[in-house]
């Protein structure tokens, strides 16, 4: 088969699916043997390159190392699969064997790859097929995507109108650097070809640091939270709506820390008070980094409100409760496992509050809640509190690595400065 027309396959499975492959392999007499067998049931008829078994051996390895994080082994399985099928069947070569031309190659494929390589919707990498466990042929490495906004609309994708984002190119760069970092320390290659591109900045444009944080205006807000509560006082299982928006505002919650995985369990015995009688919540966020957040008395209220009117539960969590934080409507302890449902939930209240502020006459803040998604909440929780509280208390709160992140939330209210601006003398 000719690499030039070359349809990729998928190579690396599920993270459950892929521990056990691994710990497969490293038990084996023979671990090549499987790794051979394994690649022929992913590319099927195409021939593999005789260096392929080796590389998916390190790469594999590479990926197990951040089985304790399924956001973060997500976002790398998805840049390896493109860079192990581009750097074996497009540029022929062993990644082990790339130079500093060959990423830029790379980046330059991901910019404008082939139509071929582009897929419309994201689909599960493998399916079963007469019993065994097949590539799926509708995945690709690359998904055309459309904006709220053009999903409503009803406009088509298009494959000639595939760009590959800003976000993602710098997520590429840290996740590539990170992988022969790996290597360099594996002692399987020498040297980071990714290090020695000296200007990345003909790849990633520089932004303005405050266009990156998007938040709502004080009134999306508020108008967002007052139509909650205000289905709530007719259908008390609407509480439960107000509680998650709390949470996301309140305590700069990510969505991922309001669900339960394989990494953590959040619960209502995670509100813990300590000796001088101050509330907390313990989570573990991005990164698989635990981290205390202090909690508002504002926070403690809508806690005793949603338990006591939603759950008919005492109004504060007992010490180590294991009533999950946030349950299926139709069931208060059974965990939420999957964050698609608190999408479209949080997604109606966007919708409601749009709809609503269209018909006061607001339309540049009813055009602005369309395109919000659920983090937003997280942004404009921190850029509210950094107003008033000390940047280093909201930085621990927020779990951000560094001052310097937190920082981007200070003064992004931009319709608040052009307002300010306008009476500006000279």
Known sequence: ?????????????????????????????????????????????????????????????????????????????????????????????SFLDHKRQDIESFIEFCLHPPKRWIGFKKVARFKTIDGEKRPNPEWKPFEVRLTKVDHKKGVIRDKGKFQFSQQALKALFGVLGSFYNYLVQEEVTQVNPVNLIRQKSKFIQKQDVSSQVRRLSNNQWTTVLNLAKERALKNVREERTVFILSCLYGMYLRISELITTSRWAPTMGD????????????????????????????????????????????????????????????????????????????????DEAANHLETM?????????????????????????????????????????????????????RRERAQSAKNKKI
């Open 361 to 413: 006459g607001k339309i540049e803040e009813a055009n602005g809640l369309r395109v919000a998604t659920v983090h937003w909440l997280r942004h404009t929780g921190i850029s509210e509190d950094v107003k008033v509280r000390p940047r280093e208390h909201v930085r621990d709160d927020a779990g951000h690595s560094s001052s310097a992140i937190t920082d981007k939330y200070i003064d992004i209210e």
């Open 271 to 350: 509100f813990f008070k300590d000796s001088e009688n101050s509330w907390w919540f313990k989570t573990i966020g991005k990164g698989n980094k635990v981290r205390q957040i202090a909690v508002s008395e504002s926070m403690i209220e809508a806690l005793k409100h949603y338990r006591t009117r939603c759950l008919e539960l005492p109004p504060l969590p007992t010490l180590n409760e294991k009533t999950p934080l946030v349950a299926h409507a139709k069931n208060s302890m059974n965990p939420i496992t999957n964050t698609r449902p608190i999408r479209q939930l949080i997604q109606k209240c966007f």
């Open 1 to 93: 088969m000719s690499t030039k027309n070359y349809i990729p396959k998928a190579v690396f499975q599920t993270l459950k699916e892929l521990t056990e492959h691994y710990k497969t392999i490293q038990s084996a007499e023979k671990p090549y043997a499987l790794i051979d067998q394994w690649l022929a049931v992913c590319f099927e008829e195409t021939v593999i390159p005789e260096f392929a078994p080796k590389n998916y051996h390190v790469a594999l390895s590479f990926l197990y190392s951040y089985r304790g994080s399924a956001d973060t082994f997500g976002a790398y399985r998805r840049d390896l699969e493109r860079f192990i099928q581009w750097s074996w069947f497009i540029r022929g070569h």
